[in-house]
């Protein structure tokens, strides 16, 4: 997993709560089985014009203009800014392979919901989450300057906007280790492998039926 | 000993290690897998040069990809074909118990795993699908997981997390008639919000929901996520050990009166502390109908489209008119006025026997209206359709105009070919209403089976408590 310390990055607003993972990538495209390629289709209902399919050439399709990811001034963005509940239904784990794919590194929003949440830091994607209050101080700074840019400290938890200011934010420590170090889950638990063994030995007798 | 809630049973059973910060190492006894999520984890695995670490605990199916029709000539798409043969293989490679498309036990993971017997109580149990709630129907604690976790539990049998805050929804009273599971999930999800649960376990408890069947039980639960919480939950009584006997993979014998001995433990304590309480009169409850592009914007069959312009909230005014926008509906339009093209009846929220019944009850001698371009009933597994079948189901639906299906997950959200076309407004037991979820441009509204089949009949919304 790729390591995330400190960015520097353009912000791109999509004022709305809600967004859920059908719309950040649809599903005709989880009909891939593998885990890139997914960014030309991020978003990709509200993106385009007409409809998209897999293994289409995105290229010389129809951009809406009247999406904001398409506008000349957020482009190159690393950074998403975005309401309430961001990423709720579906558990696809191709909403942060797009999202990752297309260029973003983080996500301020004022909820996650919770699959989205945990799929994020298992991709080197932080999310943030910041109180409604200053969400919407960001939305109308993002709003007033072309070319606004946040830079984010993972190691301190801080957002630094330009004028100064700093925002702090909360990160678990286990889930923050493991991003700064670009730490692959499933070889941290394997360090473990000697106390599963020895649970399973006790969870077989509690409960043989289990392992039948 | 303190008071516990479910959820801390059922957390603390599975332990394995525990982080400075809380976050825990959790064994799962049972991983479900399908066609979509999996393809990824698998090659993970296979790239690491790792194994499956309890091959015994999976179960696998593939059920988003496949037609439910003409099935003797195999999956037209390629793209969705491959999908397919890449669990196939990836089960055959690994040893994995399949159920493949033409097995009669095939259907949609979440109805399946309990049909099977392969959902307990006291069980972990994870699935790359965030409707693998409905498995809390069962005193088990189930969750959607996404690939990368998938391949964690095939390689370790656990998962990384933290103890969530425990919720109590407590619905007591009697439903009223033509109300069902379904309308109380929506109106749960109604008062509290999609992301009211977020960050809790939900424990569904009271009279209404111990007088529920296990199937009603897991519409409930299933649509926790829906409410934002990654878990729902019942305690088990009678209903839950009946529904398990004898099923083909429940224990038998000495070992079933063990299991139900230690499953009658699975109950919040009395006096058990929850972080939160929410509760309903189950007599107030109405057949409820989504209005919207989110499973929060919903009302009762007799109220009407609600007006943004009465809304304080600034962000949820402007929901709600992108929301009216999207859907093609006017403010204060009634329910009941709203007109239908196309019904559908399926997915894991609602395709189990007694969906099937229920549906079956309001078509029957009946046709559906003039309006309704297609109506169909997709059943949730082989066997939910045999059974149907057994009871003449079928024919009822055919001679009402029904289409019946083979089963899968079909247009809940349309990665087969069943799908709306833009502009198509249906009335569908599913779980989301999102933008494009069941077709590009397609207007969904969530209801019950007996909703479902009574506004195919009538080609617009009834309220079916005055019927």
């Known amino acids: ?212 | 000993m303190k008071a516990q809630t479910l959820y801390d049973k059922l957390w603390y059973a599975h332990v394995v290690r525990q982080e400075a910060d809380g976050t825990a190492l959790i064994y799962i006894d049972r991983h479900l897998v399908h066609e979509v999520t999996s393809p990824q984890a698998f090659e993970g695995l296979k790239l690491a040069g790792r194994k499956l670490w309890r091959t015994a605990s999976i179960l696998a199916v593939a059920d988003h990809n496949v037609p439910t029709t003409g099935r003797a000539q195999g999956i037209t798409d390629p793209v969705s074909r491959l999908q397919v043969e890449t669990l196939d293989s990836n089960c055959a490679e690994y040893g994995v118990s399949e159920f493949k498309m033409n097995d009669v036990r095939q259907g949609i993971v979440h109805v399946i795993g309990p049909e099977q017997g392969a959902t307990l109580p006291g069980m972990t149990v994870v699935c790359g699908d965030s409707h693998t709630s409905t498995h809390g129907a069962f005193a088990a604690l189930a969750f959607g997981i996404g690939t990368s976790e998938v391949e964690h539990v095939m390689a370790t049998q656990c998962l990384l997390m933290k103890k969530t805050k425990a919720m109590r929804v407590v619905v007591d009273g009697t439903l009223g008639r033509g109300v069902t599971a379904k309308d109380i999930a929506l109106a749960v999800i109604g008062k509290i919000g999609t992301a009211g649960g977020t960050g809790y376990s939900i424990e569904f408890a009271g009279s209404a929901i111990r007088a529920l069947s296990m199937e009603g039980r897991m519409t409930l639960c299933n649509m926790a996520i829906e409410a934002g919480a990654r878990a729902g939950m019942v305690a088990v009584d009678d209903n839950t050990i009946n529904y398990l006997k004898g099923r083909p993979f429940a224990p038998n014998g000495e070992m079933w009166d063990k299991a139900v001995a230690y499953w009658h433990t699975l109950h919040s304590d009395e006096g058990a502390q929850f972080d939160q309480v929410v509760k309903f009169d189950a007599a107030q409850i109405k057949p409820q109908v989504t209005w919207g592009t989110s499973p929060e914007m919903v009302v009762a069959v007799d109220g009407r489209v609600p007006d943004p312009a009465t809304m304080n909230d600034a962000v949820k005014r402007d929901a709600a008119e992108r929301a009216l926008k999207y859907m093609g509906l006017k403010a204060n339009t009634p329910i009941a006025e709203i007109r239908i093209d196309k019904v559908f009846i399926g997915s894991c929220t609602n395709a189990r026997i007694e969906d099937m019944r229920a549906a079956a009850v309001v078509a029957k001698g009946k046709h559906v209206a003039a309006n309704v371009k297609l109506a169909m009933v997709v059943p949730g597994s082989g066997l939910v359709k045999l059974q149907a079948e057994r009871e003449g189901l079928d024919k009822i639906f055919i001679a009402a105009g029904f289409e019946w299906r083979e089963p899968g997950c079909s247009m809940c959200l349309a990665m087969n070919d069943d799908k709306l076309e833009p502009g198509e407004r249906c009335a569908s037991t599913s779980n989301r209403n999102f933008e494009g979820r069941q077709g590009q441009g397609g207007r969904t509204h969530l209801v019950s089976p007996e909703m479902a089949a009574a506004a195919a009949i009538a080609g617009h919304f009834v309220d079916t408590t005055k019927s």
């Not at chain 1, 891939?32 to 399709?61: A, C, M, T, V």
């Not at chain 1, 961001?86 to 794919?101: V, Y």
């Not at chain 1, 919407?136 to 984010?152: P, T």
């Open chain 1, 1 to 212: 997993m790729q390591k995330f310390t400190l960015l520097n990055g353009l912000v791109a607003p999509l004022d709305r709560a809600n967004v859920d993972t059908d719309a950040i990538i649809p599903k005709q495209f989880l009909k891939s089985i593998k885990r890139s390629g997914f960014g030309p289709n991020l978003f990709d209902e509200w993106r385009y014009l007409d409809h998209g399919e897999p293994g289409r050439d995105n290229s010389g399709r129809s951009l809406n203009p009247d999406f904001v990811l398409n506008q000349p001034r957020y482009q190159g963005a690393q950074i998403l800014l975005a309401r309430e509940n961001f990423g709720c239904g579906s558990s696809r784990e191709h909403a942060p392979w797009a999202l990752e794919d297309y260029g973003f590194r983080a996500i301020i929003a004022t909820s996650f919901a919770d699959i989205f949440f945990n799929n994020c830091f298992k991709n080197g994607l932080l999310p943030i989450r910041l109180a409604a209050e200053q969400v919407d101080e960001l939305f109308k700074a993002v709003a007033a300057h072309v070319g606004y840019k946040l830079a984010i400290d993972l190691a301190q938890q801080t957002i630094s906007v330009p004028d100064g200011k700093v925002y702090k934010f909360e990160v678990e420590a286990f889930r923050k280790h493991c991003l700064l170090n670009g730490l692959d889950d499933i070889g941290l638990t394997l360090q473990h492998v000697d106390e599963i063994k020895t649970y399973e030995v006790k969870h077989r007798a509690a409960q043989p039926w289990l392992f039948a």
